[in-house]
């Protein structure tokens, strides 16, 4: 095994590269900030490369189970004797697959950007934060402690809002910054509530120890069970409440409206956090405390469950309806992290009950492929046609043929057609939901379909359609003299490794390698139950050709034939009216302006009051100060007047 | 080997320098010179302190001394009586930053220059006697002294409506301070007499059991004229109008010196010296500093002013020191502690960054700013890590004090401290909302005003400044232990005599 300085170097080599970048290379050596980033990620790369290698095949697992085992833990901020957050690096298998899924997608994203960011102004301080977001992704996946997880999951997303506001002057990329940030710290209060409660019962923030207290019949299990709060036990409310961070930043639905938005970031930064790391962070978050959710407290795990087919179902209708391609893409993104939600929710803990745990990490795996190499497609197309629009696209594939054939195949993934990657997830995910739950069976097949058709909607209408005319285009220079559209090299390669690994990435024992309790489990391939999905997902596509491959009027006559669901869905089911409404209204009309007005007038008022009754008060009794000693005389008889009187007759 | 009269001396003799000096560059660099000389002790004092622990000297207050300051026999004993824990060494390191920076801050104050830079430096002497003391009679001293510069400074060097905010801020802290004074005096007239003398000293009224009906009576006294100078809810009113008039040094002592002095003085004096009251007043103590949170923090998001914003905001923030306090859990003292040295620095580097956008604008109301992170991008990276730090972000020192408050109040099992907390928990989304909204509408966004493309970005003492202040903002967030490790023995001495309250 790696020593552990090697190991800590993997999260740590992007921050160098990050502070090194925002302390001086920004200002000193800016163009070749981006080589020397992607070079720092290399770096991390090969190492996650070798700890990956090592540990699932020359470590191997110990008495038939791959063991978690702590690399590194410092302690950071203590407590009590018991009770700290410790900086630490914990390996198991599902935290080894992410470290090679980050690392992997980051240096693409990396490489890709040297061609893509080329001539922006701000080009080394892009990459100095994507140094500090990979280096939160890592050490959030690292964490082998419940609040460090919350650290690093708070750094992420301050990452995710630099990035998406990276183009700072454009008002529209600020608001969804903002609105990430906020939507997610939101979410974020649950987890936090979340972590209290645990760690209140089980008297640790230690994920191993956590784990263990609660899944073992402890004094701490049965104090957590035996707690209730409205009627549900106390352990299953910090489930739930830590479940809601995990929604939030997964972007399930009712928390999801800040992802469409996220896409004002650059198109390199969606791909790496709006699809195939951040956002998946929650997926990883229930993964790592899969345990006690499946062991402990299955109604929390309905919730999961439910929660993610709903949020892939009307995420899937969503996209449908979306023209901008970034749009689509990121409603894909909600709609594929919600079957591997769903996929956790139905599953069991152990041997072949897990089946849809490793089926969920799976899918967490080829789908940060596919959709990795979908959104750096979608951004050579951007890069080329300078729109995101999908009615200012068609008959790229002339222009573009490699990002074209690239793309097809990314689409062929999420569809769930074989021998591509997704297909192999999607099948496990689906196998798992039968065995699980018939009724969540049934709706995630519908959106398989859904699936393959608005994908295939977005491959037509990008690549085939109508004819593409580049110097009919505004912007008719640069690129478009040239005789196809294709970026660089540094665009086309990761555009080409990631095709391969869309196609590749399937074949993988994943069962062997990544399960619930680390024991390998053995899927049997059953062609009688794989032909439904993908004849639903090839109708899906037959559909999609036959409204896009040529302009026609088809799609919207259809549209106009349910005209109110359509509008419905074109504008998202006005879920963000209804938050406009809560935190306009509500928040700040009802709440902030009359405690603003309360402090002004009603607190500070009775201070001010208070003052000026001191002031006429004085004003009042000022005259009685005369200065004449005749006067004061006057006073002096009365008073002793007055006491004599008193005492005479008291 | 360390002294603790030459942190008072330091300032004195800088003070007279100054008066002395011949023009306002000397002043100035006297006054740089004091406070870094100031910082040097108090680096020093820290080192020491730790290595001092580390080798095993557990008394309680190290580096006494004691003499008679005001004595007459058999009616009144008041000593200058000096020594530290690791709770005033923090803040004293707090303090010697805060000071540094501030002058810094004011390199380009040029109206009355020898006045101003006196009374900065009288107040800082103020501050580091307060901390120092264990008498509590010249800890009230102290006390008083840091606030009439307060009045001066605003009602002088201020901005908008002064001489009314100057007033209503002198007056509230003197009405807090009246207030401790009774309070303190209720005190000495029920301390047990050891030969017919009463005692004003800190660490042995600590160590008496005042009867019960006096502690009624004297703490919520002694809370309450504290509370006013840390803005606890509803005396707090002084810290919006103050803040926002007085000129940018003077808010960062206000916010980062001053309202430390309060939170300390509940923790140190009201809470330490009166255990058994503190448990039977904490649930009002906590009900003040939730309404604080929350409130300031809604309050917040309708300001339109960047000064009033951090004013409101460091009301919500500073609610968290009396939370943490009213909880009674070693954690959430520590947290509390944790927080004031945090929100001294963090509040700091808010309000001189605000400064300095102002300097340059000559507007702090964020709609009519914006994209100022193209013309002043050093400025605006401060300006934001300020607000990150705020916000608590991982890394940065708010978020080590606030996650500390949240565990130890949630260790109190009933449901009232649980409530509190989670709506205590909960004003970090307002804030970030706040946050969020100052930062993007000033910073980000298309540029306002075609003057703003003119601006020279900081200079060498506002560079200065800011880097400081972020040292410590850094030093904390990233290594919270060696904080935790300075404060916690002391606030376990604390607890240990609040634990007496409970038994009894």
């Known amino acids: ?28 050596f800016p163009n070749l900030c981006g080589i020397l980033a992607t070079l720092a990620i290399l770096g991390s790369f090969i190492l996650s490369a070798t700890v990956a290698y090592e540990y699932f095949f020359q470590l191997g697992p110990t008495a038939g189970a791959f063991k978690p085992t702590v690399a590194v833990s410092l302690q950071w901020l203590p407590f009590s004797p018991d009770v700290s957050i410790d900086m630490g690096i914990l390996l198991d298998p599902i935290s080894v697959m992410m470290l090679v899924v980050v690392t992997l997608i980051s240096l693409m994203v990396h490489f890709y950007s040297l061609g893509y960011m080329k001539g922006e102004t701000r080009y080394a301080t892009f990459y100095s934060f994507l140094g500090l977001f990979t280096f939160s992704m890592l050490g959030l996946v690292l964490s082998s402690n419940i609040f460090q997880i919350y650290a690093f999951w708070e750094l992420v997303g301050v990452s995710s809002f630099l990035l998406i506001g990276f183009y700072f002057d454009k008002p529209s990329a600020v608001a969804a910054s903002k609105k990430a940030f906020i939507v997610t710290r939101f979410a974020d209060l649950g987890f936090l509530i979340g972590i209290l409660v645990l760690a209140y019962y089980s008297g640790t923030l230690d994920f191993q120890t956590l784990i263990t207290r ?89 919730i999961v469950a439910w929660v993610g087919i709903t949020s892939s179902f009307i995420a899937a209708i969503v996209a449908c309806t979306q023209t901008d391609i970034k749009r689509v893409l990121a409603y894909s993104t909600m709609s594929q992290i919600g079957y591997m939600m769903f996929a956790l929710g139905v599953s069991g803990y152990g041997g072949e009950h897990g089946l849809g745990f490793m ?106 359609s109508k004819d593409f005319h580049p110097y009919h285009t505004e912007d ?52 009688g139950f794989s032909a439904g999905p993908v004849l639903l997902a090839l109708a899906g596509i037959v559909l999609a050709w036959s409204f896009y491959k040529k302009q026609n009027n088809a799609p919207d006559q259809v549209a106009g034939n349910i005209k109110g669901f359509y509008t419905a869905a074109y504008h998202k089911f006005y879920i963000d009216e209804v938050y406009i409404f809560i935190t306009r209204k509500i928040v700040f009309n009802l709440i902030g302006r009359p405690a603003a007005w309360f402090d002004r007038n009603i607190v500070d008022g009775t201070i001010n009051l208070i003052a000026s009754l001191a002031e006429i008060v004085s004003f009042l009794i000022r005259k009685i100060q005369s200065g004449k000693v005749q006067v004061y005389a006057l006073y002096f008889m009365f008073g002793v007047l007055g006491f004599v009187l008193l005492f005479m007759f008291w | 080997m360390i002294n603790l009269s030459i942190l008072i001396l330091i300032p004195l003799i800088t003070a007279v320098l100054v008066l002395l000096s011949q023009n306002a560059k000397q002043v100035k660099w006297v006054a740089l010179l004091g406070s870094l000389v100031q910082l040097g002790y108090s680096s020093l004092l820290m080192k020491t302190f730790m290595a001092d622990r580390a080798a095993g000297n557990t008394a309680q207050m190290l580096y006494q001394s004691k003499t008679t300051w005001f004595g007459v026999p058999n009616v009144l004993q008041i000593d200058y009586f000096v020594g530290v824990d690791g ?53 009230f001293f102290f006390l008083e002294v840091a606030v009439i510069p307060k009045f001066l400074l605003i009602g002088i060097w201020g901005s908008g409506k002064k001489e009314y905010s100057a007033m209503k801020l002198a007056l509230m802290l003197m009405g807090g301070s009246a207030l401790v004074l009774i309070g303190l005096i209720g005190l000495y007239y029920n301390t047990q007499t050891l030969g017919g003398q009463h005692t004003y000293d800190l660490m042995q009224i600590a160590k008496m059991h005042i009867p019960i009906e006096t502690q009624r009576i004297v703490f919520p006294l002694m809370f309450l004229g504290f509370g006013v100078f840390t803005a606890i809810f509803p005396f707090h009113t002084w810290a919006p109008d103050g803040h926002s008039s007085a000129p940018t040094a003077a808010s960062m002592f206000l916010a980062g010196i001053s309202m430390k002095l309060g939170g300390y003085g509940c923790l140190r004096v009201a809470t330490y010296l009166m255990p058994e009251a503190a448990h039977e007043y904490s649930m009002y103590i906590i009900v003040l500093s939730t309404i604080a949170i929350i409130y300031g923090a809604f309050a917040t998001l309708m300001q339109k002013d960047l000064k009033y914003i951090n004013a409101y905001s460091s009301v919500s923030h500073c609610g968290f020191v009396i939370f943490g306090i009213g909880m009674l859990t ?29 300097e340059r604008t000559h507007t702090r109301l964020v709609a009519q700013l914006g994209g100022l992170l193209k013309t002043i991008p050093f400025i605006i990276t401060i300006f934001t890590l300020a607000g990150l730090c705020s916000l608590g972000l991982p890394g940065l020192s708010g978020f080590v004090a606030e996650m500390t408050v949240f565990m130890g109040a949630w260790q109190n099992p009933d449901t009232f401290s649980r409530v509190a907390t989670v709506l205590a928990c909960s004003s970090i989304v307002v804030t970030a909302v706040y946050i969020l909204r100052a930062v993007g509408a000033s910073a980000m966004g298309p540029i306002k005003n075609e003057h703003y493309l003119h601006f020279k970005d900081a200079a060498w003492n506002e560079r200065l400044a800011s880097l400081t202040l972020m040292l410590g903002i850094l030093a904390i967030g990233i290594y919270p232990f060696w904080l935790t490790n300075l404060i916690a023995p002391d606030t376990q001495i604390i607890m240990e005599n609040l634990t007496r309250g409970l038994i009894k």
């Open chain 1, 476 to 527: 008719g220079h640069g690129a478009h003299d040239a005789h196809h559209g294709e970026g660089p090299f540094t665009m086309l390669l990761p555009l080409l490794i990631l095709g391969l690994l869309s196609i590749g990435a399937g074949f993988l024992p994943f069962g062997r390698l990544v399960t619930s309790d680390g024991v390998a489990i053995v899927t049997e391939f059953n062609p």
């Open chain 2, 330 to 358: 070693k954690t959430s003292v520590n947290g509390a502690v944790m927080q004031m040295v945090s929100h001294g620095l963090m509040t700091a580097l808010f309000f001189g960054a605000i400064g300095m956008i102002y």
């Open chain 1, 1 to 28: 095994m790696l020593s552990p300085t090697l190991i800590a170097l993997i999260p740590l080599l992007p921050v160098f590269s990050f502070l090194l970048i925002a302390l001086g290379g920004k200002k000193y």
């Open chain 2, 87 to 139: 709770i005033s060494v923090a803040m004293i390191m707090l303090t010697a930053i805060v000071v540094f920076t501030g002058i810094l801050i004011s390199w380009n104050v040029e109206r009355m220059t020898k006045e101003f830079f006196f009374l900065l430096v009288l107040l800082s002497l103020g501050a580091y006697g307060f901390f120092i003391s264990l008498d509590l009679f010249a800890m």
């Open chain 1, 359 to 464: 089926a969920s990490m799976f899918h967490l795996f080829t789908h940060a492929m596919f959709k990795a190499l979908l959104f750096l497609g979608a951004g050579s197309v951007i890069h080329y046609v300078h729109s995101n629009d999908m009615k200012d696209m068609g008959g790229l594939r002339k222009h573009m043929p490699i990002t074209h054939i690239t793309f097809l195949v990314a689409c062929l993934a999420i569809a769930g057609i074989p021998p591509f990657a997704g297909f192999f997830s999607k099948e496990e995910i689906l196998t798992a939901a039968y065995h699980g739950n018939k009724a969540i069976f049934g709706i995630a097949l519908v959106t398989a379909a859904i699936t393959a058709f608005y994908m295939f909607r977005l491959y037509f209408s990008i690549f085939w």
């Open chain 1, 214 to 302: 609660l899944t073992t019949p402890t004094d701490q299990l049965h104090h957590s069970m035996a707690a209730t709060f409205m009627g549900c036990s106390a352990l299953s409310w910090g489930l739930a409440l830590v479940f809601v961070g995990g929604a939030g930043k997964s972007a399930m639905f009712p928390l999801h409206i800040w992802l469409p938005d996220a896409m004002e970031g650059p198109t390199p930064v969606s791909a790496l956090i709006h699809a195939a790391t951040m956002v998946v962070a929650g997926v990883y978050l229930v993964a790592r405390l899969f345990p006690i959710f499946a062991i402990s407290s299955p109604a929390s795990l309905d």
